[in-house]
C-alpha cells in the first residue's frame, strides 16, 4: 500500500515570498502520478499541479513548480510569489497507474496561510 | 466549464438513519469516485466505480455502503444505518478516460450524523 507524508501541518509566508510545501511518499510501484490539490475555506477540492512519474521535468504551473526528487521519493511544492488566494489547506495526493482504476492516496495536508 | 455538482449540500440525519448522497458527474466522464474527509483530517478513498460496477472500494467502504448510477447521469452514495462516526464530507469525483486525465471533484456534501 502506497503512504504519503506530509511533515507540515501548518505554514504561513507573508504576502509575495515563496513557500515550499514538502511531501514524501512510500511504494514500490515504478509507474505513478503525483498531484497537489488546494483546498480553499469553500472545502472545493482544486488541482494545483500534477507529474507524471517518467517524467524527469519537474512540472510547473505558473506560480507553481515542484521538485520531484523519484529515488527519495520527495515531492515538493513551490509558491512563487505567494498571493492572499493562496490561504487554503495543500494536499500532496499519490495515484498508481492501475488502468481506469485509479484511486487517489492523500496525505494529511498543510494549512497555508498567506499573510498581508 | 462542466463541473460536478453534488446534493445536498450539507444532510443532517439521525443515527440509524438511511441517507443518499448525490453526485451528477461531467456527462462524457466514465470512472466516477468517493471520498470522504472527516473534520481536520485527510481525504479518504471510499470507492471507484466504472461500467456500472465498482473497480475497487475501501476497508471503509463496508456492507452499510452502497453506490448506483440510477439513470446513467447520477451517481449516488446510499449509507444505510448511518452511524456517528459517519459524519464528513463526502466527495464525488469524476474522470473521463485514461490515467493522465485528472479527477475532477465535487464541491462535497456535509453530512452530519446526531
Known amino acids: 500500500a502506497q503512504t504519503v507524508t506530509q511533515s507540515q501541518p501548518e505554514m504561513s509566508v507573508q504576502e509575495a515570498e515563496t513557500v515550499t510545501l514538502s511531501c514524501t511518499y512510500d511504494t514500490s510501484e515504478n509507474n505513478y502520478y503525483l498531484f497537489w490539490y488546494k483546498q480553499p475555506p469553500s472545502r472545493q477540492m482544486i488541482l494545483v499541479i500534477r507529474q507524471e512519474a517518467y517524467k524527469q521535468q519537474n512540472a510547473t504551473e505558473n506560480r507553481f513548480s515542484v521538485n520531484f526528487q523519484k529515488a527519495a521519493k520527495s515531492f515538493s511544492l513551490k509558491i512563487s510569489d505567494s498571493q492572499l488566494g493562496d490561504t487554503a489547506m495543500y494536499f500532496c495526493a499519490f495515484m498508481n497507474l492501475d488502468f481506469g482504476n485509479e484511486k487517489l492516496t492523500f496525505g494529511t495536508g498543510t494549512r497555508l496561510t498567506i499573510i498581508p | 466549464e462542466p463541473e460536478v455538482t453534488q446534493t445536498p449540500s450539507h444532510q443532517v440525519t439521525q443515527m440509524g438513519q438511511e441517507v443518499i448522497l448525490r453526485c451528477v458527474p461531467i456527462?462524457?466522464?466514465?470512472?466516477f469516485y468517493w471520498y470522504r474527509q472527516i473534520l481536520g483530517q485527510k481525504v479518504e478513498f471510499l470507492v471507484s466505480?466504472?461500467?456500472?460496477?465498482?473497480?475497487?472500494k475501501s476497508e471503509i467502504f463496508d456492507d452499510q455502503f452502497s453506490v448506483e448510477r440510477p439513470d446513467g447521469s447520477n451517481f449516488t452514495l446510499k449509507i444505510r444505518s448511518t452511524k456517528l462516526e459517519d459524519s464528513a464530507m463526502y466527495f464525488c469525483?469524476?474522470?473521463?478516460?485514461?490515467?493522465?486525465?485528472?479527477?475532477?471533484f465535487g464541491p462535497g456534501t456535509r453530512l452530519t450524523v446526531l
Open positions: 466505480f466504472y461500467n456500472n460496477e465498482i473497480s475497487e
Open positions: 469525483a469524476s474522470k473521463f478516460q485514461g490515467s493522465y486525465n485528472e479527477q475532477f
Open positions: 456527462s462524457n466522464h466514465l470512472y
